[in-house]
């Protein structure tokens, strides 16, 4: 990520920080004021901010522009059997109809078609190139980061629910811990933290002024760039008189799994975990299936998989929407080349749906600990007054499942290792 300068980091410090006026308690910052986003917005219409309250789109729609009705998802599946048998005359063909007809800037159906379009072609030509200069990468702005992920929290309730499952677990567990050593596998911007801190301060009365910075609380921060399967438990820096909790929120699955690696890198890291001996293992996963081997059936499961992200975004922001367009392309398009485009190695998101992680973990030597009701009922009250309603949250077990439209997405779960 590039970061254009110190305007960009005054950007991640009003991300970040935690604010308190006249001694009084704020909100966490990280979701204070997001159902207010479009207050905010420049995409205005007569003084009104336009919003996309819409129903999903079907497939089969009348184009725009005086174009014939066409089912992009029909041609989608032809295209399909084509690339899948390397028909490159019948594959060009219908990729050419499915470009005409979709378009980044359409509704819900036309943006999804034109992603799965720009994968289908990746992997009919073996190209590579596509992919990384249409789909920014290291070199995306951090403005562009920061509009991204302020619309995903407004729009999508599951990294934000997430966080607050996680903090609340942590927090719980951590009443009367004296040091808590957090170690966060794929912490990325690191986003989640601030509150769980924040919440620790206000627990003996203190303010937090600039995030980790000024605040009279011993705070260290341990990076460790490395393949997770070759972190060793000493690189750690583990103390015996501390909480130990072990967060893991949707980035296993760009590990390679069993049918890559004969020795999976998943189950060296769940290894590793129990190995540590945490008091807590937080694991959010993304619910998909579509990490088969073989190429149809994948992209079947991806298509509703991603129907699904789209349809979210089409029910809930307009349009012309700027950072809809930035949050499409640079986390969901992104994410579907991926798993259309490339095999083995290069195919770097591999999602496992929950019961398969549960049969992982139990085989790795964890067991899985009851959900807290209370901890339930907080986000469900986050869920009704913040987001649309058709995203919901249910129980399956130990599992708390966040969904749309009845379609589990993320799943949540806590455990601990059973030491033999």
Not at 120 to 143: C, D, H, K, M, V
Not at 277 to 284: K, M, S, Y
């Amino acid at each position: 990520m590039a970061v254009e300068g110190s305007s960009e980091e005054h950007m991640f410090d009003e991300v970040f920080l935690v604010k308190t006026g006249n001694g009084v308690s704020m909100s966490c910052p990280l979701y204070e004021g997001y159902q207010n986003r479009e207050a905010n917005s420049k995409l205005e219409d007569n003084g009104e901010v336009k919003r996309n309250n819409r129903k999903r789109i079907p497939a089969k729609k009348q184009a725009g522009n005086g174009k014939e009705m066409v089912d992009l998802g029909s041609l989608l599946t032809q295209c399909v059997l084509a690339v899948a048998v390397y028909d490159q005359r019948i594959a060009t063909e219908l990729l050419g109809k499915i470009r005409y007809y979709s378009s980044p800037y359409g509704d819900g159906t036309e943006r999804l078609a034109h992603y799965f379009a720009k994968g289908l072609e990746i992997r009919l030509n073996g190209t590579r190139a596509p992919l990384f200069t249409q789909i920014p990468s290291n070199t995306t702005l951090a403005t562009d980061v920061l509009k991204s992920h302020i619309l995903h929290v407004s729009v999508f309730p599951f990294g934000r629910i997430s966080n607050l499952f996680s903090n609340l677990n942590i927090a719980k567990l951590a009443e009367k811990a004296t040091m808590v050593h957090v170690i966060d596998f794929g912490i990325a911007y690191g986003f989640q933290w601030p509150c769980l801190i924040h919440q620790r301060i206000e627990a003996t009365g203190r303010r937090l002024r600039r995030y980790c910075e000024n605040v009279n609380v011993p705070f260290e921060f341990n990076a460790i760039a490395k393949r997770w399967e070759t972190i060793r438990a000493e690189e750690l820096n583990i103390e015996k008189d501390e909480l130990l909790v072990v967060n893991c929120m949707y980035r296993l699955r760009n590990l390679p799994d069993d049918s890559v690696m004969l020795n999976s890198p998943r189950n060296m890291v769940l290894k590793l975990i129990k190995r540590l001996n945490p008091d807590l293992f937080i694991q959010g996963v993304v619910n998909g299936n579509y990490n088969f081997p073989f190429f149809i059936n994948r992209f079947r499961e991806a298509f509703f998989h991603f129907s699904a992200m789209f349809d979210i975004l089409e029910a809930n922001v307009g349009g012309e929407d700027p950072d809809r367009l930035l949050l499409e392309r640079g986390t969901f398009g992104r994410d579907a080349i991926n798993v259309i485009a490339y095999e083995g190695m290069e195919r770097s998101d591999r999602p496992e749906t929950y019961k398969q992680w549960q049969l992982r973990n139990q085989k790795a030597g964890f067991r899985q600990l009851s959900l807290e009701q209370n901890i339930l009922n907080r986000a469900r009250t986050v869920l009704k007054s913040d987001y649309h309603k058709d995203f919901d949250i249910e129980v399956d077990g130990k599992w708390m499942l966040q969904g749309w439209k009845g379609r589990v997405i993320h799943a949540l779960s806590c455990w601990k290792p059973v030491q033999d």
